[in-house]
């Protein structure tokens, strides 16, 4: 009975040892549990402050590549405008170096004509003088000459032959004068319609230096905003590459932040699991004590677990359903979106979007990737004509883009006015149309 006795209180002795153990060694782990699952929680905190700081500049980004493709648009209209005015330019150079070279011939000819309207002038006159002298000598005398001719005459004929030969001088004269006459007033004709044309050319050769000066003052003047766009461009674009650099860098920190926490999580649960094992190690000893400390006797001992099971409802993103063909359903979920804003480099369908940020969150909502600017889309897909247009189909303008939805309209991101909208399709020349579905 006092061997008995004795086993029993050595039994208890164990058991408190053990139950003393346990009570000293379980608040270790818990502060340590604890102190894991605060610090996971602490990276979890600085992962979504990463996250939100990522957004921040994902949106800057956006509106960066936005002002980016604005700003490469007026790039590239206003370089097209310097191509046409030099083409302009160019070619009112050519016509006015032609109109000079015609001009000089226009001076060597009026040279030429004025020199053969003097010696016309010059013959004429001495014609003239030669008349004068012979009449002079023929008819200064008065009758006294004729009645010489007459009584001079051996008879009736040769007297009739000699006044024929006066009348025929005279007439010859006269004729030499009216010919030299008329050929000076054909020259002196010439001549005036040479002055005529050169006072022509000289008119059209100043109208043609004015549209020069002009084009040239066009094209410095376009130059110049040429080159404020460029320094606009590479203050965007760097703009830009500052952002991008901003986020890389976030989804480093986001990167390792999750590492942490995951080994972290992996901390925890070694912890628990060390946890688990010392309790149960703990009961086994307990166990083998109590069978140790009696004789013969019997103990009986339960174990249950717990089970716990986590799980988690995931809600999916509905899409859009509509019925027709694919193209008439991006032309009708398109039209949705009327009467929300415009915002530059936007890309959000109730927020705002510029022009090619709706296209293509249109069609990235079902499915298809299609370029971010308005310039790069005129080359997605596949051209048709405008005849051959089907709802869901890309009208691409200068600088500007929207989606056909039949019927000669289209719905795009208009301006910061009037925000998305319906509008005719020809509104304005339509460069391509480009059918992606």
């Not at 699952?37 to 509106?63: G, M, P, S, T």
């Not at 549209?211 to 460029?230: G, H, N, P, Q, T």
């Not at 048709?384 to 089907?390: G, K, L, P, R």
């Amino acid at each position: 009975m006092h061997k008995r006795n004795r086993k029993q209180v050595r039994f208890l002795a164990a058991l408190l040892a053990c139950a003393m153990m346990f009570l000293v060694a379980e608040p270790v782990r818990a502060s340590s549990i604890s102190d894991l699952e605060r610090q996971k929680k602490e990276l979890e905190d600085q992962k979504r402050e990463a996250d939100a700081r990522k957004k921040e500049e994902q949106q800057r980004y956006n509106q960066a590549s936005g002002k980016v493709s604005s700003i490469q648009s007026d790039v590239d209209e206003v370089a097209d405008e310097i191509d046409e005015i030099d083409a302009a330019l160019v070619e009112t150079i050519a016509s006015v170096e032609m109109i000079e070279e015609e001009i000089e011939d226009k001076k060597k000819q009026i040279e030429e004509t004025t020199i053969e309207y003097e010696a016309a002038k010059e013959t004429e006159r001495q014609q003239y003088e030669a008349m004068k002298l012979r009449i002079q000598f023929m008819y200064e005398k008065g009758d006294t000459t004729y009645l010489q001719i007459l009584l001079e005459s051996q008879n009736f004929g040769d007297m009739v032959n000699k006044a024929e030969y006066v009348e025929r001088l005279y007439e010859y004269d006269r004729k030499m004068l009216e010919d030299y006459q008329a050929a000076r007033e054909a020259v002196e004709a010439l001549k005036a319609k040479l002055e005529e044309e050169m006072a022509e050319l000289e008119a059209q050769e100043h109208e043609l230096m004015e549209e020069k000066e002009s084009l040239e003052i066009i094209l410095a003047d376009r130059k110049a905003v040429y080159e404020d766009y460029e320094v606009q461009l590479a203050q965007a674009k760097q703009e830009a590459a500052v952002y991008k650099a901003n986020i890389r860098k976030q989804n480093d920190e986001i990167k390792k932040l999750e590492a942490a926490a995951a080994k972290k999580q992996s901390e925890i649960d070694a912890a628990k699991q060390a946890e688990e094992e010392a309790r149960r190690a703990q009961e086994l000893a307990l166990q083998n004590q109590a069978s140790q400390s009696s004789s013969g006797g019997q103990s009986t001992s339960s174990s249950g677990g717990s089970s716990s099971s986590s799980g988690g409802n995931y809600a999916s993103a509905s899409s859009y359903s509509g019925t027709g063909s694919k193209g008439q359903q991006i032309a009708n979920y398109a039209c949705q979106f009327i009467g929300n804003p415009y915002v530059p480099g936007g890309t959000s369908l109730t927020e705002g979007a510029d022009c090619s940020g709706f296209v293509w969150r249109v069609y990235k909502d079902f499915g298809y990737s299609v370029p971010r600017t308005s310039y790069s889309l005129r080359s997605t897909g596949t051209g048709v004509s405008y005849s051959e247009a089907q709802p869901g189909d890309i009208m691409c303008y200068a600088g500007h883009v929207g989606i056909y939805i039949g019927n000669g309209q289209i719905v795009h991101a208009s301006t910061q006015r009037s925000g998305i909208k319906i509008t005719h399709a020809t509104y304005k020349e339509i460069l391509s149309v480009r059918r992606v579905v």
